[in-house]
């Protein structure tokens, strides 16, 4: 009698943490998400100007940054993590926090969609990091 | 009849009186020494606990009073509130650089600054009133325990 409300309660947890984990791969993968504030991608560039693109198969970032003034580009994995009710990517050695924010957001500065990736501390450092980025 | 020379006995209670004597001074002066080491670790912790009370308390105050700026508790900062914000997180940030570096342990260090990050956040109108409240709520959740584990746990990178 237990069998099949218990086999759907299964299916359904396993949906949603499936769904939970991979919610911000799926926001981020796909075209160009650039640092809000940076120059073009094959013009010159300042310190701090990056450009990420997310691939969901396989779970990796392409990321070009600004050394001198031109885009070094480097491939990293990314995982998805979860502790204590929070959720993420990792990548470079860093566990992001991902949030969707709305055009309005001064950070934004009228680019939509608009993206934060805000780093978790990792108990070695007080310094956090936050980028924001839109396509 | 033959005369039997006495036989030669050695008195061992001569020599193992004093032996005693030592050994039982030796004990007491080291359950002396011990016990003082324990006493003075003991009153060290209680110290550090009554410092690490101390310390969460203006924590916790600092909190409270950026979790009561924003009247009603309205979503989003409104900008009649700021001046008020940016003043209290001016105290939690004198907690922050202050007061909590002596006495705190890293699970508390990570949640002051998730809600360091989280008042910056929402003061600049990207995350609203719940997020804010919640990593307050962690926040003081972290303190809790770090005071329950204070006389539990071995210390250990702590």
């Not at chain 1, 650039?34 to 990321?63: H, L, N, R, W």
């Not at chain 2, 105050?61 to 989003?76: F, I, R, S, Y």
Request: hydrophobic share 35%; with cysteine; charged share 25%.
């Amino acid at each position: 009698m237990l069998r099949i409300p218990l086999a759907l309660f299964t299916v359904a947890t396993s949906f949603s943490l499936f769904a939970q984990e991979k919610a911000p791969m799926a926001e981020l993968a796909g075209p160009l998400w650039t640092v809000i504030g940076s120059g073009t991608a094959m013009g010159e560039c300042k310190p701090g100007d990056a450009i990420y693109t997310f691939k969901a198969e396989p779970a990796q970032v392409v990321v070009k940054e600004c050394e001198g003034r031109t885009y070094k580009t480097r491939t990293e994995a990314v995982t998805t993590w979860s502790a204590g009710g929070k959720s993420g990517i990792a990548f470079g050695g860093a566990r992001y926090e991902v949030k969707s924010l709305p055009a309005s957001a001064p950070a934004c500065k009228g680019n939509s969609p608009c993206m934060r990736l805000a780093t978790v501390p990792d108990g070695k450092t007080d310094a956090t990091r936050t980028i924001y980025l839109a396509h | 009849m033959e005369e039997t020379p006495p036989k030669k006995t050695t008195d061992y209670s001569k020599a193992v009186a004093p032996l005693l004597t030592v050994l039982g001074i030796s004990v007491g002066a080291w359950q002396f020494t011990s016990q003082m080491s324990h006493e003075s670790k003991m009153e060290f912790s209680r110290s550090m606990y009554t410092k690490k009370l101390q310390a969460y308390e203006q924590v916790g105050k600092a909190v409270g009073d950026l979790l009561v700026v924003p009247h009603d508790e309205q979503l989003w900062i409104s900008d009649g509130d700021t001046l008020a914000f940016d003043s209290c997180l001016e105290r939690f940030r004198t907690c922050y650089w202050g007061v909590l570096p002596l006495v705190e342990d890293s699970t508390v260090e990570t949640a002051m600054i998730q809600f360091k990050d989280m008042a910056r956040f929402y003061r600049r109108g990207e995350n609203d009133y719940h997020d804010l409240a919640r990593e307050g709520m962690s926040l003081m959740n972290a303190c809790n325990k770090s005071l329950e584990n204070h006389w539990s746990k071995p210390k250990k990178g702590d």
